[in-house]
């Protein structure tokens, strides 16, 4: 019985894996054929994106950019694994932006914009948290911040080693290095230094 549930479900997943081969040649040849492929990728994408940058309207903006990209460069599409693509060019978008935000945000801008966390105190510690999360992957080298993050955003192993262009080994030692890093920062500093009593 167990073999033919797991038969059943490797059957589900290779003809899930060819159904979306197929969407995509089709893709290729008719961009209105990408549609779907998009229903099925937006949400990921955006959430990515939102954990990412933390602003709805600038995740939106960022999941626009990705699927014109990916629009874009469909025809020259070489990969395994379509979701990892879509990922890596997720990546390379935010960290397009960022490099443009910097060259043409002075510093002082963002004194002058109110926070945008709504004021019901749910809503708020809710906000605080996501801040902290944020301020928190922050610390992380960028490397080992781009693994947790596209963990976060439900990527596997292999997806992400393929959208950072690492192996898969490099990114298990990535993340298992950053969770090291924030278990680290999480602990409570004792006054003493090194956490003993006498």
């Given at each position: 019985?167990?073999?033919?549930?797991?038969?059943?479900?490797?059957?589900?997943?290779?003809?899930?894996?060819?159904?979306?081969?197929?969407?995509?040649?089709?893709?290729?040849?008719?961009?209105?054929?990408?549609?779907?492929?998009?229903?099925?990728?937006?949400?990921?994408?955006?959430?990515?994106?939102?954990?990412?940058?933390?602003?709805?309207?600038?995740a939106a903006d960022a999941t626009s950019k990705v699927f014109v990209r990916a629009l874009a460069a469909?025809?020259?599409?070489?990969?395994?694994?379509?979701?990892?693509?879509?990922?890596?060019?997720a990546h390379n978008t935010l960290v397009d932006s960022w490099r443009t935000a910097r060259i043409e945000?002075?510093?002082?801008?963002?004194?002058?914009?109110?926070?945008?966390?709504?004021?019901?105190?749910?809503?708020?510690?809710?906000?605080?948290?996501?801040?902290?999360?944020?301020?928190?992957?922050?610390?992380?080298?960028?490397?080992?911040?781009?693994?947790?993050?596209?963990?976060?955003?439900?990527?596997?192993?292999?997806?992400?080693?393929?959208?950072?262009?690492?192996?898969?080994?490099?990114?298990?030692?990535?993340?298992?290095?950053?969770?090291?890093?924030?278990?680290?920062?999480?602990?409570?500093?004792?006054?003493?230094?090194?956490?003993?009593?006498?």
């Amino acid at each position: 019985m167990r073999a033919t549930l797991s038969d059943n479900a490797g059957s589900q997943a290779a003809q899930a894996a060819l159904d979306e081969a197929a969407q995509i040649a089709l893709a290729r040849r008719d961009p209105r054929a990408f549609a779907p492929l998009y229903e099925r990728y937006a949400d990921p994408i955006y959430r990515y994106c939102h954990r990412r940058l933390g602003d709805p309207d600038a995740a939106a903006d960022a999941t626009s950019k990705v699927f014109v990209r990916a629009l874009a460069a469909l025809p020259r599409y070489r990969h395994d694994s379509f979701r990892s693509w879509l990922f890596a060019i997720a990546h390379n978008t935010l960290v397009d932006s960022w490099r443009t935000a910097r060259i043409e945000a002075p510093l002082d801008a963002g004194a002058e914009h109110a926070d945008p966390a709504p004021s019901p105190e749910d809503q708020l510690l809710s906000a605080d948290a996501g801040r902290e999360i944020r301020a928190l992957l922050a610390r992380l080298p960028a490397d080992q911040r781009h693994v947790v993050e596209m963990r976060l955003a439900g990527l596997s192993n292999q997806e992400i080693a393929a959208a950072l262009g690492r192996s898969v080994g490099a990114t298990k030692m990535l993340h298992v290095r950053a969770l090291t890093t924030l278990r680290a920062l999480l602990q409570p500093e004792t006054p003493g230094g090194s956490g003993e009593e006498p």
